[in-house]
């Protein structure tokens, strides 16, 4: 059984390899399985642990595919705006560019570090919306997902990477992301998809004449063909082909690293050649390889890559016989790991010693290597399996925690349905209480000018009635006096016309004296008067002339009646076409002219009297002046 501080190691190394919190998983598993043991110190660290788990957990980044459609979002914003990238300030640049330069230095002295000054880059990035940077974040991140072996987590960073290079048109990033794709899709042992990417990216170094970019190309493509047995199932000479491959490429490899003075890059090409010579078994030319190569690292004190090519020197030393240098071989890059903490992968180390040591006969030391060999392999495997087990451990509270969100989401969007249902029938209301007030409101309107409008016809009514009642009356007065008139005219009249006719026969045929002639002669006089009298106010009670010949003949004969020997003088002038109206409207007309000459006559000292009339078809006008 692993220690607990162990255990709370592979805890930590769960929450920063997955991203998650799992500070609640900490705590109950050492609750449960430690507190009774533990001292007041111990129970101290697990706190500090606990809280500890919290803060790192709170600097991972989001998953890959989060931040992919996160990424989405901004390049369809930038292109709904039809404009491109805006430019990231200068303090957020330098900013950016340090964060990744860290990133970068801890890659090689601690991957959480390196994966924490990451993440920073890919939120501050984030927020100025600045793709280049968004982009090299990415890839820096995929990158730690490949040194933890979380390849489809490196895939998804570098497409994600790829797609913001593809909107911004930069051709040698793409290059370099395609040679980073072929990597990962490498060591997932997918060779036909590693092939393609490689060869993509080889293409455009070629057409640019990127010799970094053809060394690094060349050597991944090297690689690749020396391990293609891994990927496929391939016979003996499928091998070779694979092997006479990739020795042609790493060669390429490494004239293009010289041609660069990239010494660095010709010493890991001379490793990778150095080991597909040995799958060749020439390990004498291997050896030369070799040599070059951990010369230049001895020189440039590069410990890691110093302990790498010893391992494979004391490899072609054992297949080249020798085996005490082999052993030496061995012993150094043991040493120079003890010595710089590079214990990853010690164990096949061990395992070879003890094959060299088995070949040379020195079993009982070829048995301690091997115990060596199965201790740690086995520690690491248990390490892998307790690891295995709080993951699965993590992720059932994961999915508990999931679905309790679910749950809890489920319920929310119930009371959010329930406040819309709830909302939506109380704007029903209010609208149908709206528009029945309005209707009412309405209605009143209507029901208001209906009383108005039977107000105003009543009083028209009443005034046609009015209207009616005096043309009644007016009607009434006219026959009266067309009665009058008559009887004037033709009773009284007629009877007057007789006796001065008798007077007349009488006066010639009868004796009368001078003294009673002139009596006889006045009394003639007088009845003459008499009955033009009679006439002229028959006449006035009814004209006989403007029934017979209309308006203006009347008016002339009216004036002439009426008009006295000396003054005022009265005159008629008629305009338009003499036309002939309604016995009512011409009556009308004609006993207005009527009252204005008999007021005028009477009332106003005037010297003249100008009467005009005005007929038109639609129109008769009436004016009088003094």
């Known amino acids: 059984m692993l220690k607990l501080h162990n255990y709370l190691i592979i805890l930590v ?15 109950r598993f050492a609750l449960h399985n430690c507190l009774m043991k533990l001292s007041l110190n111990r129970f101290a660290l697990i706190v500090l642990l606990i809280f500890g788990s919290r803060f790192l957990s709170g600097t991972i980044a989001q998953t890959p595919d989060t931040l992919n459609k996160k990424i989405e979002k901004i390049l369809q914003d930038i292109s709904a705006r039809g404009r491109g990238e805006n430019p990231a300030r200068d303090a957020d640049t330098v900013k950016i560019s340090q964060l990744l330069s860290k990133a970068s230095y801890f890659k090689s002295v601690n991957y959480d570090s390196s994966l924490s000054y990451t993440m920073k880059a890919v939120r501050l990035s984030m927020k100025a919306a600045s793709l280049r940077h968004i982009s090299m974040a990415e890839q820096n991140l995929g990158d730690y997902y490949l040194s933890k072996e979380r390849f489809r987590d490196a895939l998804e960073c570098y497409i994600g990477s790829l797609r913001i290079e593809e909107s911004r048109k930069d051709i040698s990033r793409m290059a370099w992301i395609y040679v980073l794709m072929g990597r990962a899709y490498y060591y997932m042992e997918m060779f036909p998809q590693a092939l393609d990417y490689d060869h993509r990216a080889l293409e455009i170094f070629i057409s640019r004449n990127d010799i970094a970019g053809l060394a690094k190309t060349y050597q991944q493509l090297g690689n690749l063909n020396s391990s293609r047995e891994f990927c496929e199932k391939r016979n003996a ?16 490899s490494m004239r293009q690293y010289s041609l660069a003075e990239n010494e660095a890059g010709t010493a890991e090409a001379g490793i990778d050649l150095a080991s597909v010579y040995n799958k060749m078994k020439k390990p004498d030319t291997a050896l030369i390889y070799l040599q070059r190569s951990l010369n230049y690292y001895r020189r440039t004190n590069n410990p890691g890559a110093t302990v790498n090519a010893l391992y494979v020197l004391g490899k072609t030393y054992r297949r080249l016989g020798e085996y005490d240098r082999s052993l030496d071989a061995f012993k150094e890059s043991e040493m120079i790991s003890r010595a710089n903490g590079l214990n990853q992968g010690i164990q096949f180390l061990y395992e070879a010693m003890g094959t060299t040591m088995a070949d040379m006969g020195d079993y009982k030391s070829a048995y301690e290597q091997y115990i060596k ?16 087990f709080m993951e699965l451990e993590a992720r059932y509270q994961n999915e508990v925690k999931q679905n309790q969100i679910l749950k809890l989401t ?9 406040i819309y249902l709830l909302a939506g029938i109380i704007v029903l209301l209010a609208s149908f209480a709206y528009y029945y007030i309005r209707l009412l409101k309405q209605n009143k309107i209507i029901a208001d000018q209906k009383i108005v409008i039977r107000e105003n016809k009543i009083a028209e009514l009443e005034k046609e009635r009015s209207y009616l009642a005096a043309k009644s009356v007016l009607e009434g007065e006219e026959a009266e006096r067309s009665r009058l008139a008559g009887d004037l005219h033709n009773g009284l009249g007629g009877l007057l016309s007789g006796i001065k006719l008798n007077l007349s026969s009488m006066k010639e ?8 002639m002139s009596a006889f002669n006045h009394a003639l006089s007088l009845l003459d ?14 004209p006989e002339t403007l029934n017979h010949y209309g308006l203006k003949t009347a008016l002339e004969d009216f004036c002439t009646q009426v008009a006295p020997a000396d003054k005022p003088a009265i005159t008629v002038s008629f305009f338009g076409d003499e036309i002939r109206y309604t016995r009512e409207l011409e009556l009308t ?22 009467i005009q009339v005005f007929s038109e078809p639609q129109r008769l006008s009436v004016c009088s002046g003094n």
């Open 410 to 418: 489920s319920e929310k969007r119930g009371r959010n349905n329930l």
């Open 509 to 516: 045929n009868s004796v009368i004296t001078h003294e009673n």
């Open 589 to 610: 007309v004609y006993r207005i002219i009527q009252e204005l000459v008999n007021n005028s006559l009477k009332h106003a000292s005037a010297t003249t009297v100008n």
């Open 529 to 542: 008067t008499s009955i033009s009298e009679l006439r002229r106010i028959a006449h006035n009670l009814m």
């Open 13 to 27: 190394k769960i929450s920063l390899k997955k991203g998650m919190d799992i500070s609640d998983t900490i705590f």
């Open 237 to 252: 000479t499928e091998k070779l082909t694979d092997f006479l491959t990739a020795i042609d490429y790493l060669k390429k």
């Open 373 to 388: 060999y199965m201790t740690i392999r086995d520690s690491v495997y248990n390490s892998e399996k307790s690891l295995q």
